[in-house]
């Protein structure tokens, strides 16, 4: 059973940037399709990055350009730089896993494996 546990998360204001981690344990990341989603109050958990296994990424208009997914083999971890935050940033964030290849998507109910989640709050 893959574990993933994430850290970083934080209260930070609107233009400050945060970087959340994703530490996987019993299977290695290089070996995952792999991926960031965060749920709001009130709504649906939606994706907001991607990476598959040959390292393709993929990220929604609402992220793309201010937020960076990457991960480092070596410590078997996958992370998250996010950028000139915005107080619509503000919701948990949780990783997620799959050992099938999805390329560089990451379907919600493909992900077999899930992090309990870090809240991200960006508020002045």
């Known amino acids: 059973q893959v574990q993933l546990v994430e850290s970083g998360g934080g209260l930070v204001q609107p233009g400050d940037s945060l970087r959340l981690s994703c530490a996987v344990s019993?299977?290695?990341?290089?070996?995952?399709?792999m991926g960031w989603f965060r749920q709001a109050p009130g709504k649906e958990r939606e994706v907001v990055s991607c990476?598959?296994?040959?390292?393709?990424?993929r990220y929604p208009d609402s992220v793309k350009g201010r937020f960076t997914i990457s991960r480092d083999n070596d410590k078997n971890t996958m992370y998250l730089q996010m950028n000139s935050l915005k107080p619509e940033d503000t919701a948990v964030y949780y990783c997620?896993?799959?050992?099938?290849?999805?390329?560089?998507?990451?379907?919600?109910?493909?992900?077999?494996?899930w992090g309990k989640g870090t809240l991200v709050t960006v508020s002045s």
């Open positions: 019993r299977f290695a990341v290089g070996y995952l399709s």
């Open positions: 997620a896993a799959s050992i099938t290849d999805y390329s560089d998507y990451c379907p919600l109910s493909g992900m077999d494996h």
């Open positions: 990476i598959s296994i040959d390292g393709n990424t």
